[in-house]
């Protein structure tokens, strides 16, 4: 008898900036992504823009996560520039062919997301575009007909570029009315197509990236704790909204899952780990799945000299707006330490000193799936939700063969030790519902841009500079994934 449930949920993850493609078609609005050009492991994406007097320039960012323009600029494509999100791997014209791929391998469930631009171009356009409307619904209803629950989130790093510029982002309160709009239009559109809704895809990266770079001015702790506020009162309604909406709609936050440990058994290293969880996990996950901040808060903020403004009302919103389940990623564990030590990892999105008990990948990402074990663990016991584990997988060099076949052994092993990882969990009492692995098909790298930082199970023909021919290939893990899901989770060699 198998250790996961016998309706438990498997399948894969995309987002819709870093797949999709057709940036500018059929009414779709920019989003920041549309101006960030590729990167690599050690070089830094750049966006782009025309300043105040008409000439185009750049500055480093990390993707998604944007950056400051300078005075006077505004953002812009240029003709000079290549932006890998734009066509990506073109999941926009292809989707049938990828979702029927995806039901050959056995999912049950399929991770997207809906492009906020889509819906509306904008933000806070008056009607919502159809179009946009359209495609989601045959996305839908293409996997309905293979069986395939849709798992959608409903923001992942797309806030339409219109609001960046003419309102600051999520540094606006105004943005909560919008994001609630949106969320009435979709939830109305598709509430007998989707049942499970997240928020917001890794909402803690706006104050976990923070500390990652170097110490920061206390004005942009003030800046990210506010937007965190903006977007847990935006998700708490649209959580009460969702459920007056369709009663049976189960709706998850989504946090970036990385396990902590402490570097020694020094004391001020236990405590330091210990505010390390504190800060990046815990702050997200209580107030989306206790309903409140911790008590540790306050300690957070007078750090920085921040004061969050809140309007009348809010606490109880949070409250009221709490989630069903607790949804993350898992890629990585990190060690934290006082100490200074000589080993250290750097790359993409990894810092801290190196673990002496764990490989690397070719990114820097440590691997280890006993830490998932841990975190499902630690997490179930603080909220005692279903857990999904929504995002897990290993970025690595794929080698197409002379016959066209890829042998991604690595990918296997990588996945087969994080499966046992969540089996032991789960006999420890864990109740977890759902594995999606980022991703089911090769897409853009949201950190760098790249298309060879590759984590699928189907491989695209599609280089870092664009050129390829889109083809699919199942890859070697396609097959063995299958006979995973086929088996529930029992047959793994």
């Known amino acids: 008898m198998s250790t996961f449930p016998k309706h438990f949920l498997w399948g894969g993850a995309i987002a819709a900036n870093q797949a999709e493609g057709a940036y500018n078609e059929d009414g779709r ?93 904008n933000g ?11 495609f989601y619904r ?66 803690n990266n706006t104050i976990m990236f923070l500390d990652m770079f170097g110490e920061q001015p206390d004005e942009a702790y003030q800046s990210a704790y506010q937007q965190l506020h903006h977007q847990f009162v935006a998700s708490a309604k649209a959580v009460k909204l969702g459920r007056a909406i369709n009663p049976d709609f189960m709706f ?42 911790g008590s540790y808060a306050k300690r957070l903020w007078d750090a920085h000299n921040v004061t969050i403004q ?60 006993t830490g998932l074990q841990y975190y499902l663990e630690k997490i179930y016991d603080r909220y005692e939700v279903p857990l999904m584990v929504v995002e897990n997988g290993l970025g690595a060099f794929d080698t197409v063969e002379e016959d066209g076949s890829i042998h991604d052994d690595y990918r296997i092993d990588y996945h087969r030790a994080h499966i046992k990882a969540m089996a032991d969990a789960i006999a420890n009492g864990v109740d977890l519902i759902a594995y999606t692995t980022w991703g089911c098909i090769d897409i853009v790298s949201a950190g760098t841009g790249e298309m060879r930082k590759r984590y699928g199970f189907i491989y695209v023909d599609m280089d870092d500079e664009g050129k390829g021919t889109m083809e699919r290939t199942p890859k070697a893990s396609f097959h063995w994934y299958k006979k995973v899901i086929a088996s529930n989770g029992e047959d793994l060699d």
């Open 29 to 121: 609005g920019l989003v920041q992504t549309d101006v960030t050009t590729g990167g690599t492991k050690n070089s830094p994406r750049f966006t782009t823009y025309i300043d105040k007097d008409g000439k185009p320039g750049k500055y480093a960012s990390m993707g998604h996560m944007g950056g400051h323009l300078p005075e006077g600029a505004e953002y812009a494509v240029l003709d000079t520039e290549y932006y890998p999100n734009h066509k990506a791997v073109d999941f926009y014209h292809r989707y049938k062919e990828d979702i029927k791929l995806f039901a050959e391998m056995g999912y049950s469930v399929f991770r997207l997301s809906i492009s906020w631009a889509r819906i509306f171009p």
């Open 124 to 134: 806070d356009d008056a009607e919502p575009n159809q179009a946009g409307l359209d």
């Open 138 to 203: 045959s996305v839908f209803e293409e996997c309905r007909k293979y069986g395939i629950e849709p798992l959608v989130s409903i923001w992942h790093f797309d806030t339409p570029l219109s609001l960046e510029t003419r309102f600051d982002g999520w540094n606006n309160r105004r943005l909560v009315d919008f994001y609630v709009r949106y969320c009435e239009v979709i939830f109305k559109e598709y509430k007998d197509l989707v049942k499970y809704w997240l928020t917001f895809n890794e909402i």
């Open 252 to 293: 998850g936050n989504m946090i970036c899952g990385i396990t902590f440990y402490p570097g020694s058994s020094d004391p001020a290293d236990i405590l330091l780990n210990e505010h390390a969880w504190q800060q990046n996990i815990f702050y997200c996950g209580d107030v989306q799945a206790k309903g409140r901040y």
């Open 310 to 369: 809140m309007e009348e009302g809010d606490l109880e919103v949070l409250a009221e707006g709490m989630v069903d389940m607790y949804t993350f990623s898992y890629y990585m564990s990190t060690v934290i330490t006082t100490h200074e030590v000589d080993d250290k990892v750097s790359g993409n999105f990894s810092v801290g000193a190196r673990n002496p008990y764990l490989t690397y990948s070719d990114w820097g990402w440590a691997q280890d799936p």
